[in-house]
């Protein structure tokens, strides 16, 4: 059911990275998606400045961002420039359009 929620509004994307320090290899595993960037799980990124912007770099490719906990990622937004956010189930989502 997660992931029917996740390609719905990611349009059945296959640029989806998922931000999310404990289970984001569960989310890459079972939806059927290819892991993104040199470090995964992204809780492995030691600085906070590149990995904003690896995340920034994501956006501006046109990837969604799928956040399953927002309150756990919540100190990167700020940090990020996106137009459009998505709040669905337990999901929030961000892009650039």
Avoid: H
């Amino acid at each position: 059911n997660d992931f029917a929620v996740i390609k719905k509004i990611t349009n059945n994307s296959s640029r989806v990275y998922f931000l999310d320090y404990q289970n984001d290899f569960f989310y890459y595993y079972y939806g059927n998606y290819t892991p993104v960037g040199y470090y995964n799980p992204c809780g492995a990124w030691i600085f906070k400045k590149d990995f904003v912007a690896f995340l920034q770099n994501l956006l501006k490719n046109n990837y969604y961002l799928v956040i399953p906990n927002l309150e756990e990622v919540a100190e990167l937004l700020p940090s990020l420039k996106y137009n459009k956010i998505i709040t669905e189930n337990k999901f929030t989502i961000i892009k650039m359009e």
